[in-house]
């Protein structure tokens, strides 16, 4: 696989990411009107429930600050940089796949930053009394990227070494 064929799947691998989750965003917002109704009962296991997240994922460092969602998009923009940078360098497809969906992921929840001040959640898994933080398409990318790519890590060891003795971070 050529260079240009690896930057142009992740760049693919993070447009798609975008569009389903900014897609999943309008419709919750503007179709079924999900702020409305606060939750909505989907499956016995999952609801929509609507929650404006002003942390990153699963509410971690939340503020009311004015500040705290410009700070935490800047911050994102320059893991989304960080990301291309790998992308460029990434030989593998997994990697290259994994780092499109947490960018596209990651860019997502910017958009919903910079739009409303907070980022949309409402996908909300529970059962046996037991349940999951609220999240959205963009998060699950993010987490799933990443569980990918630390996979990836432990799959091919020697690879992330020589990376490391290249200076390839």
């Known amino acids: 696989m050529t260079r240009t064929t690896r930057i142009l799947t992740g760049a ?8 389903a989750d900014q897609g999943s965003k309008y419709w919750i917002l503007e179709i079924l009107r999900l702020p409305d109704l606060r939750s909505i009962e989907i499956l016995p296991v ?3 429930t609507m929650v404006w997240n002003h942390g990153i994922t699963f509410g971690l460092l939340w503020s009311d600050s004015p500040w ?4 935490l ?37 910017i958009i919903d930053r910079a739009r ?7 996908i909300h ?3 046996f009394g037991w349940s999951w933080y609220v999240f959205n398409v963009a998060d699950a990318a993010i987490v799933c990227g990443v569980a990918a790519l630390v996979l990836d890590g432990m ?4 690879a992330a070494r020589l990376a490391d ?3 390839d971070k």
């Open 12 to 19: 693919g691998v993070a447009l798609a990411m975008l569009v």
């Open 46 to 48: 999952l609801n929509f």
């Open 68 to 71: 705290a969602g410009a700070i």
């Open 73 to 109: 998009a800047a911050v994102a923009l320059a893991v989304v940089a960080a990301l291309a940078v790998w992308l460029w360098r990434a030989e593998r497809l997994t990697v290259v796949i994994a780092l499109g969906a947490v960018a596209g992921g990651a860019v997502g929840n």
């Open 116 to 122: 409303f001040g907070a980022v949309v959640d409402f």
């Open 125 to 127: 898994a529970h059962v």
């Open 155 to 158: 799959r091919h060891p020697q």
């Open 165 to 167: 003795q290249r200076g």
